[in-house]
């Protein structure tokens, strides 16, 4: 019924259909004619005679604008109060993708997406892989999120199938001493059109975080370089990943520093707010600014700004994304299977906390008990419904923007 109301929607608000499959790959296209445009215009502006003529085209553009936004406002709102709370609370979660009954998961829990990880590609070629994610697209309401973590180097779960990619994706630090920061848009393209033509529209990249040392759990993952280079190289991998149309998501929030695996353990980030403000936030700025779509929040406990609290559960450290960053997009846990969450939500649902600090998706890979644990949380009060609906707004803006709601 959903899906059905997706397409009824496009139709009578703007004349389109929904075409999950393709639309984000035509979004890609969309934005490079959007530049030609742009770079057109730039030329016959050159003419004088040529400025008057175009007012009245610029003018009915920005009338296009305004009505493309209120139209597609109204189908966000029209699609979110057609949900029930089990399928807004479904939206929120964006899962390890289940090694049996996949499909059949998506329409029990709702599910906002799936995260595909290594062995969800092995031995795959790119037809078995588009058929399992169809199967997962046409099992779902409303068009899921389909997500990978093809960061390159030392995570890469397509490119190491050579079925998939022909060679394995190498590392922001490997890319840019062989071409610079050419080699790295060149790469974070490249990369973007043979996931989105797998059927995955979201790459869990670019890492955000700012190393230096070698010595440091996340250095390999990192740009390796400090602040400043990060932030450039981010807002260059973005800004490909946006040209593209594939969702970007910036990582670890509020910066991991030389902190500890937290897969394995809990965190302690002892260092000053000074050292997040001028150096670590600065990366996150630039994604946000060049368009990220989301930002994932580590496990670290940011002791200067909540020291009780892993940073995923906590409400002040999401405050500073919010507030003193302004970020407005999807903010996502990083996964709650992880062993530093589990020392702090040993009584309660980590899920429920997650919501309750401001994430407006959950990964995870028990979904299958954390979700009725959040559906509960909102019948008996102890999360608002308000909240759940500005969270599966601002998600249900993401996929609008995908493509995968058709516009």
Known sequence: MKKALIVFLCVLLTGCTASPGVSSQSAGSQSTSQSSSAQSSDTSNQSDSSQDSEDVPSQNNVTSQTSGTEN??????????????????????????????????????????????????????????????????????????????????????????????????????????????????????????????????????????????????????????????????????????????????????????NNADTHTGVAIDQRPYETFENSDYLPFTAGIQAGADAVLVSHNVMSCVDSQLPASLSPAVHQELRNTLGFQGVIMTDDLAMEAVAAYATNESAAVMAVQAGNDMIVTTDFQTQIPQVVEAVNNGTIDEAQIDQSVTRILQWKYDLGLLGH
Do not use: W
Request: glycine share 10%.
């Open 72 to 257: 597609e406002d109204q189908i966000i709102q029209e699609l979110l109060s057609s949900m029930s709370v089990e399928e807004k609370v479904g939206q929120m979660f964006f899962v390890r993708c289940p090694d049996t009954g996949a499909a059949e998961a998506v329409s029990q829990y709702k599910l906002g997406g799936y995260i595909l990880f290594g062995r969800d590609f092995k031995g795959k070629t790119a037809e078995q892989v588009r058929s399992d994610i169809d199967s997962y697209q046409s099992a779902s309401g409303v068009p899921l999120l389909i997500g990978t973590d093809e960061e390159g180097g030392t995570v890469v779960r397509a490119s190491s199938n050579p079925n998939l990619f022909p060679h394995v994706c190498q590392s922001p630090q490997a890319l840019y001493a062989q071409g610079g920061m050419d080699s790295i848009i060149q790469d974070a393209r490249q990369k973007s059109l043979t996931l989105l033509d797998l059927g995955v529209n979201v790459n869990l990249a670019p890492v955000a975080d700012v190393s230096t040392d070698p010595n440091d759990f996340i250095y390999d993952r990192s740009f390796g370089q400090d602040a400043q280079a990060t932030a450039d190289y981010v807002s260059n991998v973005v800004q490909a990943m946006n040209a593209e149309g594939i969702g970007s998501v910036l990582k670890h929030f509020p910066g991991y520093g």
